[in-house]
């Protein structure tokens, strides 16, 4: 089946810092979401992304669809302590029901 | 946000014992999904529905059943409850070519 690699599993890191994430797919995805996760809550979708190569933004929260199409990133400038949280990403293929998700990544700064 | 709620978002149960729970959507989205999250595991499918009486298996079906007699109403059944079910369950909905939204999850503990 289809793997999707996210990486880095977790982030230490200081208010006001920037940070990276990213996913890789051993296949082609038509669209990429991420998600944030708050402890006790279900996920809520932040960025949705549709083509290759599209770059979209919410806040301070930036997010791109790879032009291979098996990749995705997401960076979060001058992190914040409500920043705190698993950050997932999924992809879904052409036709597909079903997402195909990362394992997360746990986001935690210090003040 | 699609209107999606979860309940009981928690239970304690007994092993071996019949557990249901209900997920309910008022957005009338085709598609709805039963998911389990355990640590080092992330979210993993159990069932999903592509519309009413249309149910298919996801990855870690064994041991669940799931039905869907009504667009809004998707009932996860734990059959006889064990204490590896013991999880957080959400449930997510998605209409057709949109995004997947997830419930508020219920937590479940199988003693």
């Known amino acids: 089946g289809q793997q999707l690699n996210q990486s880095p599993q977790s982030m230490f890191i200081q208010e006001g810092e920037d940070v990276s994430m990213n996913c890789t797919s051993s296949?082609?995805?038509?669209?990429w979401l991420w998600y944030k996760q708050d402890p006790g809550e279900g996920p809520v979708l932040l960025i949705a992304?549709?083509?290759?190569?599209e770059l979209t933004s919410n806040g301070r929260l930036t997010a791109q669809f790879g032009i291979t199409r098996k990749d995705s990133f997401l960076n979060i400038s001058a992190s914040i302590p409500s920043d705190v949280g698993i950050y997932f990403c999924?992809?879904?293929?052409?036709?597909?029901?079903?997402?195909?998700f990362g394992r997360g990544t746990s986001l935690i700064v210090h003040p | 946000d699609a209107g999606i709620t979860q309940s009981p978002r928690h239970k304690v149960t007994e092993t071996g014992t019949p557990v249901t729970l209900r997920c309910h959507q008022t957005e009338n989205h085709r598609y709805m999904y039963w998911y389990r999250q355990d640590p080092g595991h992330g979210l993993r499918l159990i069932h999903y529905?592509?519309?009413?009486?249309?149910?298919d298996k996801g990855e870690v079906s064994d041991g669940y059943s799931v039905s869907r007699s009504k667009t809004e109403d998707f009932l996860l059944t734990l059959e006889s409850a064990t204490s590896s079910q013991t999880s957080v369950y959400f449930c997510?909905?998605?209409?057709?070519?949109?995004?997947?939204?997830f419930g508020p999850g219920t937590r479940l503990l199988v003693l």
């Open positions: 999924a992809g879904l293929s052409g036709g597909s029901y079903i997402p195909t």
């Open positions: 997510a909905t998605r209409h057709l070519e949109e995004t997947q939204y």
């Open positions: 529905s592509y519309g009413v009486k249309d149910t």
């Open positions: 296949s082609i995805f038509n669209t």
């Open positions: 992304l549709y083509k290759a190569g």
